[in-house]
């Protein structure tokens, strides 16, 4: 049986998008294998890596000055791909920021009251990535089995629309991780403090548990995808 490269089986799911395949003379290959890059750093690899961090890095900033050209077309999945590479952003100001901070331990000073909110916007960038694409996940989902049903549904509006709530809930949730961090140099004083403190552990576990299912979703839309896209070149062929 003939195995599949993985980088190769992404690169056919995203092929299989209309608003890809019609752009012949721009950078959406780029793009896709952009997307494979991050899937495989998100959504494939158990833990993030120096090296893992830093192809995406390269890649996100190659995909922003990509994202300025004219050839590439306005559409949905730009949309949440531009915001995609946006969101390493927080990685770029994290490492400066680390940089700094391992500046100063050398001078014998270290603020290390920064150290959580560094680790925090770690967190929000990989819960941010990790929901974008499971966006243009679903959006290949619909542009494959439900073309026509889901075009109304499937427009730049909507694309910014849905990228700009996740920013706004994932900046929340990186609020609240800040102030519950702070709070916990503090003895608890109050009956309210220590339901906090609880509600954040809570929210830290469903934040684990929904990354571990999208994982599951997006496994199973491309797979779902993967097969669909075969059978019907089986049926070509016939």
Known sequence: M??????????????????????????MKDLRRYLVLKYIQYLVLSSSNALSTLLGLL?????????????????STTVLIS???????????????????????VRG???????PLLQNLLTANTHLSCLLLSCVALEAFLITFYPIQSRHLRTVRNARLAARTLWILVAAECVLFQVDD??????????????FHVSISLLRSLSYLLGILLRILN???YYKIFFSISHRSALKAK
């Open 59 to 75: 890649g996100s900033s190659y995909t922003l000055l990509t994202l300025q050209s004219d050839k590439v077309s306005s559409k």
């Open 109 to 115: 000073s270290s603020p290390a009251s920064s150290s």
């Open 2 to 27: 003939q195995k599949t490269v993985p980088g190769c089986f992404f690169q056919q799911m995203f092929s299989s998008l209309p608003g890809f395949v019609s752009m012949k003379r721009d950078h």
């Open 219 to 221: 496994v199973y839309i």
């Open 182 to 195: 702070l709070l916990l140099k503090a003895p608890p004083s109050s009956p309210f403090l220590l339901l």
């Open 83 to 105: 915001s995609l590479a946006k969101a390493d952003i927080l990685v770029f100001i994290s490492l400066l920021s680390q940089l700094f901070l391992w500046t100063f331990e």
